[in-house]
């Protein structure tokens, strides 16, 4: 079983529709991230998470939610989604603010 | 503006030969850098990384150099090998100053090795 799963694996879904995308892990980290991957613009980091009571704002937030369910969950929606938000989304855990993260096998998301 | 840069989207370099992709960045409150492998359908894997206090390091096929006073990084895969076509990304790392969390990534290189 990995180590970060992410759930759906695919999705289409129309504009204007709330969707969520979950992600757990087994590593018993702490902090939990959630990237966005567009092409030819690398990963960008969307929300993070230090601990059930923490949450930040990353690079991208805007338009999108978070929610840290419990240490192994972290759960990633968009109130309404919109063409632009077509991307490919990636659940990341680490055990430390600098170093190595673990990532999940990412989201394809299609808004129409 | 782009605290981490890749300038070569794609890289093609023939099996058995040297692969050198390289990484430059802006923000000098970075002080560990990573790179990370991608296969299609799949999550980034960690590689290897570097701590600023490095100048160097190894791990098996894989060296990362890093030249602090270029703020610049580059990533040598001897001898290349046809499961190393992928795409490779850079990320650096450190306190910001505001706080902020995670890794910031560069573009990625597609690396593909020729037979």
């Known amino acids: 079983d990995a180590d970060v799963t992410q759930t759906p694996r695919n999705r289409i879904t129309k504009t204007g529709k709330r969707i969520m995308l979950e992600c757990s892990q087994t590593k018993g980290h702490d902090r939990m991230y959630w990237y966005r991957q567009d092409p030819g613009l690398g990963l960008r980091l969307i929300y993070y998470s230090f601990d059930v009571k923490d949450i930040n704002k990353g690079e991208i937030s805007d338009g999108y939610s978070v929610s840290r369910q419990a240490q192994a969950k972290f759960s990633l929606s968009l109130e309404s989604a919109i063409p632009n938000q077509t991307a490919l989304y990636f659940c990341?855990?680490?055990?430390?603010?600098?170093?190595?993260?673990?990532f999940g096998q990412g989201t394809r998301l299609t808004v129409v | 503006d782009q605290q981490v840069k890749q300038n070569s989207p794609s890289l093609s370099v023939q099996e058995g030969r040297i692969s050198i992709l390289n990484c430059d960045y802006t923000?000098?409150?970075?002080?560990?850098f990573l790179w990370y492998k991608k296969y299609p359908a799949e999550g980034p894997t960690f590689l290897i990384s570097i701590s600023s206090i490095k100048d160097k390091n190894e791990d098996g096929r894989f060296t990362v150099f890093l030249n602090k006073s270029a703020k610049h990084l580059s990533l040598h895969i001897v001898p290349s090998q046809p499961g190393d076509s992928a795409v490779y990304f850079c990320?650096?790392?450190?306190?910001?100053?505001?706080?902020?969390?995670?890794?910031?990534f560069g573009k990625g290189t597609h690396l593909i090795i020729q037979p």
């Open positions: 990341a855990t680490s055990d430390s603010s600098w170093g190595e993260a673990f």
């Open positions: 990320a650096a790392s450190g306190y910001s100053g505001g706080g902020a969390d995670g890794l910031t």
């Open positions: 923000n000098s409150m970075f002080d560990y």
